[in-house]
């Protein structure tokens, strides 16, 4: 039997329609010929006793993709918990946080530098928020002296980042002009004048809200 006939038998043959002739004429052909051997197998789907070397090296591949991509949602999980943690603290301390300032959430530092008063406020772990108004000090014929600036403090939020550290610097300070700075924190009003600590009153805690 020649090739292209065996072939063209050989979808017949695998449903069992052929003749008993035919079958031994096929089997024969097919224990002989591995071209049509090659063509019956991959016809009915057999797979072949040996793996090609390519599935072995494919097998390795996909066993060291599988290690790659745990290591991968490892690193993934590890981001995630520390993201919720993020969220969680954050959200805590603006909950908690979020309230009237205290002096004591706030560093201060003031003083005079070469070129006039400073004044410094930098929020202790926190976010701050501040209100300012600033008006003439006038002596008693009118005349412009000085600046009074108060500066209100708003609110403060615990958070992960210090935020909102602020600065003045007023260059006319001096012993002809008068610079003021004051503090209105919750608890206490602070009051600077040209670089230095004049008065702190406190707030009764009625007066607090
Ligand atoms: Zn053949």
């Not at 290690?67 to 993934?76: E, G, H, N, Y």
């Not at 410094?120 to 006038?138: Q, R, S």
């Not at 210090?162 to 610079?179: F, H, L, P, R």
Request: charged fraction near 25%; proline fraction near 2%; hydrophobic fraction near 35%.
């Amino acid at each position: 039997m020649k090739c292209d006939v065996v072939q063209d038998l050989l979808p017949s043959y695998a449903d069992g329609l052929t003749s008993e002739e035919s079958n031994r004429e096929i089997e024969k052909h097919l224990k002989t010929c591995e071209k049509c051997s090659k063509y019956y197998r991959e016809m009915t789907g057999e797979v072949p006793e040996i793996l090609p070397k390519a599935d072995v090296t494919d097998a390795a591949l996909i066993v060291g993709m599988r290690k790659k991509r745990k290591k991968v949602l490892i690193a993934a999980a590890f981001a995630v918990i520390i993201l919720a943690a993020a969220l969680v603290w954050t959200f805590t301390g603006y909950s908690m946080g979020s309230r009237n300032v205290l002096s004591s959430d706030v560093k201060l530092s003031y003083g005079l530098k070469e070129n006039g008063a400073y004044l410094e406020l930098t929020p202790k772990g926190g976010e701050l928020e501040f209100n300012g108004m600033t008006e003439n000090i006038e002596d008693s014929s009118g005349n412009i002296i000085g600046t009074r600036t108060y500066l209100k403090a708003l609110s403060f939020r615990k958070g992960l980042f210090v935020k909102g550290s602020m600065g003045w610097e007023n260059e006319m300070a001096g012993d002809a002009y008068i610079c003021e700075w004051v503090l209105e924190f919750s608890d206490k009003t602070i009051t600077i004048r040209n670089g230095e600590l004049i008065s702190e009153e406190n707030i009764s805690s009625s007066e607090q809200n």
